[in-house]
């Protein structure tokens, strides 16, 4: 019985692990309850898990939490939507034509290495500091990573089923439509789970660029009134969003490639 918790890559029926992640989860918070009523960690650093709690209500009626939720939600799904809509071009053409790839293929897999946080001036100067320069700036952030993504997929395509489609007269733009695209989007769906995480890491950064609205709004007003239990209780937030995106995109994958779960 025991011993099924420690196999190698082994998997847990979904009642057992849903209790299973309850239980780390309260492990979690009375170590953290611990840490605050022993003393051993100062409330300046770490704020009781009660304190943090009381602070939503102060960032609901005051700071106005529900709506600067909605903005960076909505800055994130318009800057991951225009980056996978121009990752997929940029990468198919790269992936697929040999001329694009030998022309631009390193160029787009060394901007991996920009670091993009240093980039930010350059935006302002190009987009202002309005909505449009928080979208393109968290493009950005998405798609230096998705591009060689996608031309790493179009790699991974197995040989055979191109040779098999050029013997039955497949037509190259056939191929693409029924071999390429399918196959590569089905892989990439995980791809884009992963990656659009990061667009909350960059959201946070470029609405602290004339702050007005969003949840790095929230956490740059906290931290000017040094309030660590405000600033946690946005972390919070974050993370629960991140979890029903990455639940949400789970639900997308299941529906559009169901073969990859028989």
Same mark, same amino acid.
């Given at each position: 019985m025991i011993a099924k918790f420690f196999n190698l890559r082994g998997t847990l029926d979904k009642r057992t692990l849903t209790i299973i992640s309850i239980l780390g989860f309260a492990i979690l918070l009375m170590l953290w309850a611990a840490l605050?009523?022993?003393g051993l960690v100062k409330p300046q650093l770490l704020p009781p898990p009660w304190k943090v709690l009381a602070a939503y209500q102060e960032l609901h009626f005051k700071d106005a939490l529900v709506r600067n939720i909605g903005y960076s939600i909505y800055l994130n799904i318009a800057g991951y939507l225009e980056a996978i809509g121009v990752s997929l071009i940029i990468g198919f053409s790269l992936g697929l034509f040999p001329l694009f790839r030998g022309l631009f293929g390193q160029f787009f897999s060394a901007a991996r290495f920009i670091p993009l946080t240093g980039t930010l001036g350059l935006f302002i100067c190009?987009?202002?500091i309005g909505d449009n320069f928080k979208i393109q700036f968290l493009s950005l952030g998405i798609l230096v990573y998705l591009i060689p993504v996608v031309? &790493?997929?179009?790699d991974d395509v197995e040989q055979v089923f191109e040779q098999t489609a050029i013997t039955l007269g497949a037509t190259p733009l056939q191929r693409i439509l029924h071999i390429y695209?399918?196959?590569v989007l089905s892989k990439l769906s995980d791809d884009i789970r992963v990656l659009t995480a990061i667009s909350w890491t960059y959201v946070i950064y470029c609405e602290m660029v004339n702050a007005?609205?969003?949840?790095g709004y929230l956490i740059y007003?906290? &931290?000017r009134q040094s309030r660590v239990d405000k600033t946690f209780a946005v972390l919070f937030v974050i993370i629960v969003i991140g979890f029903f995106q990455d639940q949400f995109?789970?639900?997308l994958d299941r529906k559009f490639f169901p073969y990859k779960y028989l």
């Open positions: 605050s009523v022993l190009w987009f202002g031309i &790493q997929r179009i695209i399918p196959s007005r609205a969003g949840v007003l906290a &931290q995109f789970k639900f």
